[in-house]
């Protein structure tokens, strides 16, 4: 996008038209009026607006940066110039839907968007606002791209702190909610009310203390590091059994803290953990793409509900046979089934590479899915109707003492611990060595006496394994078991995560669960256009940062060595979502 | 070393009890329900031409899939979302035509108004994919560019659905489209299928012709070759293959709007399902091959529509039709497992498969 061209006037024309048609397809998308609801700062931004301004900016910034060799003021005006003709579009938009209605093709151009758009006012005082507004955001982002660099990091993780403390405001009143001393002190910082974000002095607050924290952060580190290292190795160990214990400990308290809504949340994140470590280890580690990943987790929970059921009998809703076994029984032969269809689905793709194994394996989870809704197989799956009232996990006397949240929190805390300490053993294998032998060559892996027949299939069964009981206790705990909640978007939804956050790190996949899946859980409103962001994601991700936020050393390695050496500054650490286990 | 090869012959021997077993399967049943004789000639071949109707547009949607493959390497997994924008789009125009009353004036002059809006409302998006997504990736290891394509393809679909809404829009009634013609065993031919059947053919015919004997067409055939041997015989190569896309792209508006023609019914999901079956008939003709994606397509629709009731219903299946899509994948399957190159395809060497 930034290609030198000649002047930056045609730089600055290009850039704006970019920005224009982003933000004219953002708002007829519908983005700016939903975000307009919820308030990031109270009374003076809302995340509607943010987003326009962010378009704004950051392409602004974009003009700026492409032209280093310019005269200051030519960088400004250019900048200025960019973000004025981006909002043309938008004003144009305004004109032309004050007369003419554009609802029966765009839906979201409604009266209420316009005067939106417009900041509320009316005629040519409104477009002239728009114009300043558009021009003030361009030049803020040139001006951004004056700041030294050693300060624009902390300064953007600063405006994102705000942000996202902004939006996530009515979760922190729930969970501080139970601490009345808390309350107390923070009372000042956040609005009153539904969706309102911070007050002014709050987010003055977060926005300096977040500026601050990543600003002396390397140092902190770099002494606390040389510190440790400085220790003997005994005194080394106790400090990380000492962190890994507080980790424990913070993790088993959660739900306390949390409450039953924000722990139900965690529970379905945590599943996605589970399916997310499967999956990395067919995609990240041995580079094959399943598409169809999906079919293993349902192939669990159908098992779970099959086996588990007590709504037996000829009526409708109900299934002809099943054993009526309990959690635990059912819970193997979950995984069992799932490894036996992951070695099933295997064999015929043993030959396949890439784009077929993609297609083909895309096939399989449809075909699963398929045959569970289909009348042939209704009397055992439930067809449409699905499957209902699965077993719930057992504890003995616990289960009468916890909330049935809080059963499943600690039952998936565990599945997840378990299940990260077999992957991470299992990439510092000798297996795991072959696995990413045949995934950068499988030619070579070959040659070197890697059996690519086991290789393969054992990927494919562990993966299917960690699904398998994904699903399994995704049944248990959602109580019904229905096709589709097994259909492609769940399989892409997974493929994101480990994407975004890093094929092959262990880590990038757990963050990554995390952000794609817990923060459009949490918000609503996004999860409307989260299947559009997820896509946009996955296309800037491969095009900037194949490797992923939080990348794996080799992979980096691997991705990086066909661009010429040197080629891009290395970016310096950065700031790292949920940091959990990154040693 | 020994062993390995044992191993392997092993995975040979399961391949193909698989595809046999999948094979008896079929030919038992379709056995038992001719048999049976539940279904008369006419219903057979009712069957056979809504099945060459639905593989016309298979067909046409295959061929973007096999261009851009032959010549990129990559599965265009947008594709689909290409088809998917021609046909939504060319709703509008069909809506305000028909609501004139144009439509019944002067329907050819209308039908190539849409097609045209469609074809264009694809070329836009096809162009846009290959320059934003796939040109800055193609040196990137073969994951890369593929998973570029999910997302885009996501990004699209989404798109579609905020900018247009989730509801499913349709197509207004064409009166002049209604309508058929007896013909063999007394089964009534409608327009809409001989339109569909006839626009393909010819739309074929000329691609066909374009890639064989045209300057531009030696090109694209250079290209798909050898990218950096073409490019020092002085052939554009980023020229050319914008123009597959161009190709590919238009082809697939044009089935869009074929598609609407006959479903009616619009929606941002539409283009999933037919864009894995046109991917499944580029395969089956061989991938790569412009003629084998034409005959990939046709058999992949008699396959789906004919095959569906003949080898499930003689087992009692109920309600066989509701298995049309994972037959199509399991053909998929098998072709993979017997005949990687398809139909047509010449024996690939193993970078290209």
Same mark, same amino acid.
């Given at each position: 996008?930034?290609?030198?061209?000649?002047?930056?006037?045609?730089?600055?024309?290009?850039?704006?038209?970019?920005?224009?048609?982003?933000?004219?397809?953002?708002?007829?998308?519908?983005?700016?009026?939903?975000?307009?609801?919820?308030?990031?700062?109270?009374?003076?931004?809302?995340?509607?607006?943010?987003?326009?301004?962010?378009?704004?900016?950051?392409?602004?910034?974009?003009?700026?940066?492409?032209?280093?060799?310019?005269?200051?003021?030519?960088?400004?005006?250019?900048?200025?110039?960019?973000?004025?003709?981006?909002?043309?579009?938008?004003?144009?938009?305004?004109?032309?839907?004050?007369?003419?209605?554009?609802?029966?093709?765009?839906?979201?151009?409604?009266?209420?968007?316009?005067?939106?758009?417009?900041?509320?006012?009316?005629?040519?005082?409104?477009?002239?606002?728009?114009?300043?507004?558009?021009?003030?955001?361009?030049?803020?982002?040139?001006? =951004?791209?004056? $700041?030294?660099?050693?300060?624009? %990091?902390?300064?953007?993780? +600063? @405006? *994102?702190?705000?942000?996202? #403390? !902004?939006?996530?405001?009515?979760?922190?009143?729930?969970?501080?909610?139970?601490?009345?001393?808390?309350?107390?002190?923070?009372?000042?910082?956040?609005?009153?009310?539904?969706?309102?974000?911070?007050?002014?002095?709050?987010?003055?607050?977060?926005?300096?203390?977040?500026?601050?924290?990543?600003?002396?952060?390397?140092?902190?580190?770099?002494?606390?590091?040389?510190?440790?290292?400085?220790?003997?190795?005994?005194?080394?160990?106790?400090?990380?059994?000492?962190?890994?214990?507080?980790?424990?400990?913070?993790?088993?308290?959660?739900?306390?803290?949390?409450?039953?809504?924000?722990?139900?949340?965690?529970?379905?994140?945590?599943?996605?953990?589970?399916?997310?470590?499967?999956?990395?280890?067919?995609?990240?580690?041995?580079?094959?793409?399943? =598409?169809?990943? $999906?079919?293993?987790?349902?192939? %669990?929970?159908?098992?779970? +509900? @099959? *086996?588990?059921?007590?709504? #037996? !009998?000829?009526?409708?809703?109900?299934?002809?046979?099943?054993?009526?076994?309990?959690?635990?029984?059912?819970?193997?032969?979950?995984?069992?089934?799932?490894?036996?269809?992951?070695?099933?689905?295997?064999?015929?793709?043993?030959?396949?590479?890439?784009?077929?194994?993609?297609?083909?394996?895309?096939?399989?989870?449809?075909?699963?899915?398929?045959?569970?809704?289909?009348?042939?197989?209704?009397?055992?799956?439930?067809?449409?109707?699905?499957?209902?009232?699965?077993?719930?996990?057992?504890?003995?006397?616990?289960?009468?003492?916890?909330?049935?949240?809080?059963?499943?929190?600690?039952?998936?805390?565990?599945?997840?611990?378990?299940?990260?300490?077999?992957?991470?053993?299992?990439?510092?294998?000798?297996?795991?060595?072959?696995?990413?032998?045949?995934?950068?060559?499988?030619?070579?892996?070959?040659?070197?006496?890697?059996?690519?027949?086991?290789?393969?299939?054992?990927?494919?069964?562990?993966?299917?394994?960690?699904?398998?009981?994904?699903?399994?206790?995704?049944?248990?705990?959602?109580?019904?078991?229905?096709?589709?909640?097994?259909?492609?978007?769940?399989?892409?939804?997974?493929?994101?995560?480990?994407?975004?956050?890093?094929?092959?790190?262990?880590?990038?996949?757990?963050?990554?669960?995390?952000?794609?899946?817990?923060?459009?859980?949490?918000?609503?409103?996004?999860?409307?256009?989260?299947?559009?962001?997820?896509?946009?994601?996955?296309?800037?991700?491969?095009?900037?940062?194949?490797?992923?936020?939080?990348?794996?050393?080799?992979?980096?390695?691997?991705?990086?060595?066909?661009?010429?050496?040197?080629?891009?500054?290395?970016?310096?650490?950065?700031?790292?979502?949920?940091?959990?286990?990154?040693? | 070393?020994?062993?390995?090869?044992?191993?392997?012959?092993?995975?040979?021997?399961?391949?193909?009890?698989?595809?046999?077993?999948?094979?008896?399967?079929?030919?038992?049943?379709?056995?038992?329900?001719?048999?049976?004789?539940?279904?008369?000639?006419?219903?057979?071949?009712?069957?056979?031409?809504?099945?060459?109707?639905?593989?016309?547009?298979?067909?046409?949607?295959?061929?973007?899939?096999?261009?851009?493959?032959?010549?990129?390497?990559?599965?265009?997994?947008?594709?689909?979302?290409?088809?998917?924008?021609?046909?939504?789009?060319?709703?509008?125009?069909?809506?305000?035509?028909?609501?004139?009353?144009?439509?019944?004036?002067?329907?050819?002059?209308?039908?190539?108004?849409?097609?045209?809006?469609?074809?264009?409302?694809?070329?836009?998006?096809?162009?846009?994919?290959?320059?934003?997504?796939?040109?800055?990736?193609?040196?990137?290891?073969?994951?890369?560019?593929?998973?570029?394509?999910?997302?885009?393809?996501?990004?699209?679909?989404?798109?579609?659905?905020?900018?247009?809404?989730?509801?499913?829009?349709?197509?207004?009634?064409?009166?002049?489209?209604?309508?058929?013609?007896?013909?063999?065993?007394?089964?009534?031919?409608?327009?809409?299928?001989?339109?569909?059947?006839?626009?393909?053919?010819?739309?074929?015919?000329?691609?066909?012709?374009?890639?064989?004997?045209?300057?531009?067409?030696?090109?694209?055939?250079?290209?798909?070759?050898?990218?950096?041997?073409?490019?020092?015989?002085?052939?554009?190569?980023?020229?050319?293959?914008?123009?597959?896309?161009?190709?590919?792209?238009?082809?697939?508006?044009?089935?869009?709007?074929?598609?609407?023609?006959?479903?009616?019914?619009?929606?941002?999901?539409?283009?999933?399902?037919?864009?894995?079956?046109?991917?499944?008939?580029?395969?089956?003709?061989?991938?790569?091959?412009?003629?084998?994606?034409?005959?990939?397509?046709?058999?992949?629709?008699?396959?789906?529509?004919?095959?569906?009731?003949?080898?499930?219903?003689?087992?009692?299946?109920?309600?066989?039709?509701?298995?049309?899509?994972?037959?199509?994948?399991?053909?998929?399957?098998?072709?993979?497992?017997?005949?990687?190159?398809?139909?047509?395809?010449?024996?690939?060497?193993?970078?290209?498969?």
């Amino acid at each position: 996008m930034t290609t030198r061209s000649s002047s930056p006037w045609i730089t600055a024309l290009r850039s704006g038209a970019i920005a224009g048609g982003i933000a004219l397809l953002l708002t007829l998308m519908g983005m700016v009026k939903t975000f307009d609801e919820r308030d990031i700062v109270t009374g003076v931004m809302s995340l509607g607006t943010s987003l326009l301004v962010s378009i704004y900016l950051v392409i602004g910034y974009g003009t700026a940066r492409s032209h280093p060799g310019s005269p200051l003021g030519v960088r400004l005006a250019a900048s200025t110039l960019t973000g004025l003709i981006g909002e043309l579009f938008l004003v144009g938009l305004v004109l032309l839907g004050q007369r003419v209605n554009l609802r029966p093709v765009f839906p979201n151009a409604s009266p209420e968007l316009y005067v939106l758009l417009q900041f509320g006012g009316t005629g040519i005082r409104a477009y002239l606002t728009m114009a300043v507004f558009g021009a003030a955001c361009g030049a803020l982002g040139a001006g =951004l791209s004056l $700041v030294p660099r050693q300060f624009r %990091g902390p300064l953007i993780t +600063g @405006i *994102l702190a705000v942000v996202l #403390i !902004g939006l996530l405001e009515d979760l922190i009143h729930i969970t501080i909610g139970a601490f009345p001393a808390v309350v107390a002190y923070t009372d000042w910082m956040l609005a009153s009310g539904v969706q309102n974000g911070l007050t002014s002095a709050g987010a003055a607050v977060v926005f300096i203390v977040a500026m601050l924290v990543v600003l002396f952060w390397p140092g902190i580190r770099g002494v606390s590091q040389t510190r440790i290292q400085a220790m003997p190795v005994g005194q080394r160990h106790v400090i990380a059994i000492l962190a890994y214990g507080i980790l424990a400990v913070a993790l088993l308290l959660l739900p306390n803290v949390l409450g039953p809504y924000l722990t139900d949340v965690s529970n379905s994140v945590m599943i996605f953990v589970l399916m997310a470590l499967g999956l990395n280890i067919v995609v990240g580690f041995a580079g094959l793409l399943d =598409l169809g990943y $999906v079919a293993f987790f349902a192939i %669990g929970a159908y098992t779970m +509900g @099959i *086996l588990t059921t007590t709504a #037996i !009998g000829g009526e409708s809703g109900q299934i002809v046979w099943g054993p009526t076994a309990s959690f635990w029984t059912a819970l193997p032969f979950a995984v069992l089934f799932s490894i036996l269809a992951g070695v099933l689905l295997g064999i015929p793709v043993l030959r396949m590479r890439g784009d077929y194994l993609a297609i083909v394996t895309l096939g399989f989870g449809e075909i699963v899915r398929y045959l569970a809704l289909s009348d042939a197989l209704k009397p055992y799956t439930g067809g449409s109707q699905g499957i209902v009232e699965p077993a719930i996990p057992s504890l003995g006397r616990l289960t009468a003492s916890l909330s049935s949240q809080s059963l499943y929190y600690y039952l998936l805390l565990a599945l997840v611990a378990i299940v990260i300490f077999i992957a991470i053993r299992m990439r510092d294998s000798r297996q795991g060595r072959s696995w990413m032998a045949m995934r950068e060559d499988e030619d070579v892996a070959q040659a070197v006496g890697i059996r690519l027949v086991s290789t393969k299939l054992l990927a494919f069964a562990s993966g299917a394994a960690m699904a398998g009981l994904a699903g399994a206790v995704f049944a248990s705990k959602v109580g019904s078991i229905y096709p589709h909640s097994f259909d492609l978007l769940k399989s892409i939804n997974v493929l994101a995560i480990v994407i975004v956050g890093g094929m092959g790190s262990i880590p990038g996949v757990i963050a990554g669960a995390l952000v794609l899946f817990g923060l459009p859980e949490l918000l609503r409103e996004f999860s409307e256009y989260r299947y559009f962001v997820f896509g946009a994601m996955l296309v800037a991700m491969m095009l900037f940062r194949p490797e992923g936020v939080i990348p794996e050393a080799k992979r980096k390695q691997e991705l990086h060595e066909l661009s010429e050496p040197g080629g891009e500054p290395a970016p310096e650490v950065l700031a790292s979502p949920g940091g959990a286990g990154s040693v | 070393m020994r062993r390995f090869f044992e191993r392997y012959d092993l995975v040979d021997v399961i391949m193909w009890l698989i595809a046999a077993t999948i094979l008896i399967g079929a030919l038992l049943g379709s056995v038992k329900t001719v048999q049976s004789g539940k279904y008369s000639a006419a219903t057979w071949v009712d069957l056979t031409l809504s099945g060459l109707t639905q593989g016309s547009v298979y067909a046409l949607i295959a061929l973007g899939y096999t261009m851009v493959y032959g010549i990129l390497r990559m599965i265009n997994f947008a594709h689909s979302e290409v088809f998917m924008s021609g046909a939504y789009v060319a709703l509008f125009p069909a809506t305000w035509l028909a609501a004139s009353g144009f439509m019944n004036e002067n329907p050819v002059l209308g039908l190539i108004i849409l097609f045209f809006v469609g074809a264009l409302t694809s070329v836009t998006v096809a162009v846009l994919l290959e320059r934003i997504a796939y040109r800055p990736l193609r040196r990137a290891p073969r994951l890369v560019p593929l998973i570029t394509a999910i997302g885009a393809s996501l990004f699209l679909q989404y798109m579609f659905r905020g900018l247009f809404g989730s509801t499913v829009r349709s197509y207004p009634p064409m009166p002049r489209l209604e309508g058929s013609i007896p013909g063999p065993f007394g089964v009534e031919i409608e327009y809409i299928q001989i339109l569909v059947i006839v626009a393909a053919a010819l739309m074929m015919l000329v691609l066909y012709l374009y890639v064989q004997r045209t300057r531009a067409g030696r090109a694209i055939r250079a290209v798909s070759e050898d990218k950096d041997v073409a490019a020092l015989m002085g052939i554009d190569v980023d020229g050319t293959i914008v123009q597959t896309f161009v190709l590919g792209g238009a082809f697939a508006g044009t089935a869009g709007v074929l598609y609407a023609l006959i479903y009616r019914q619009i929606t941002f999901f539409m283009g999933f399902i037919p864009g894995i079956k046109a991917f499944t008939a580029a395969v089956l003709g061989g991938i790569g091959n412009i003629p084998g994606a034409a005959l990939g397509g046709l058999v992949l629709g008699v396959t789906e529509s004919v095959g569906t009731i003949l080898f499930l219903d003689g087992y009692g299946v109920p309600a066989p039709y509701q298995l049309k899509d994972a037959i199509a994948f399991i053909v998929l399957v098998l072709i993979l497992i017997l005949r990687p190159s398809g139909i047509l395809g010449e024996r690939l060497a193993r970078t290209k498969a």
